[in-house]
Nanobody, 122 residues
Framework: QGQLVESGGGSVQAGGSLRLSCAVSGRTFSSYAMGWFRQRPGEERQFVAAVSWSGESTHYADSVKGRFTISRDNAKNTVYLQMNSLKPEDTAVYYC???????????????WGQGTQVTVSS
């Protein structure tokens, strides 16, 4: 059974930065597109960013474009989300996920991590 394990969450003031990591084990990591999603209390899980298996293609939600960067290191079986210029509305639980194809849609991702909390204070 494969595992996706997120790390790097925490508390930061508005304008600060955090780098999330997602380590993947038990699967052929390099064959999967990887995505980051987030979920606020009482809301549905929403797309943040995704990267193709090769790392050549990326896609971002409009709300994070220019502030967040997704990347991957297939040699380390790890995907990253660099988050800069954080805002209070970025506060959420952040999840990484794996899919066969690059997608913005939650339902296209069958494999999920447990999530990591990001809290941005004003």
């Amino acid at each position: 059974q494969g595992q996706l394990v997120e790390s790097g969450g925490g508390s930061v003031q508005a304008g600060g930065s955090l780098r999330l990591s997602c380590a993947v084990s038990g699967r052929t990591f390099s064959s999967y597109a990887m995505g980051w999603f987030r979920q606020r209390p009482g809301e549905e899980r929403q797309f943040v960013a995704a990267v193709s298996w090769s790392g050549e293609s990326t896609h971002y939600a409009d709300s994070v474009k220019g502030r967040f960067t997704i990347s991957r290191d297939n040699a380390k079986n790890t995907v990253y989300l660099q988050m800069n210029s954080l805002k209070p509305e970025d506060t959420a639980v952040y999840y990484c996920a794996a899919a066969n194809l690059l997608s913005d849609y939650v339902r296209r991702y069958p494999y999920w991590g447990q999530g990591t909390q990001v809290t941005v204070s004003s």
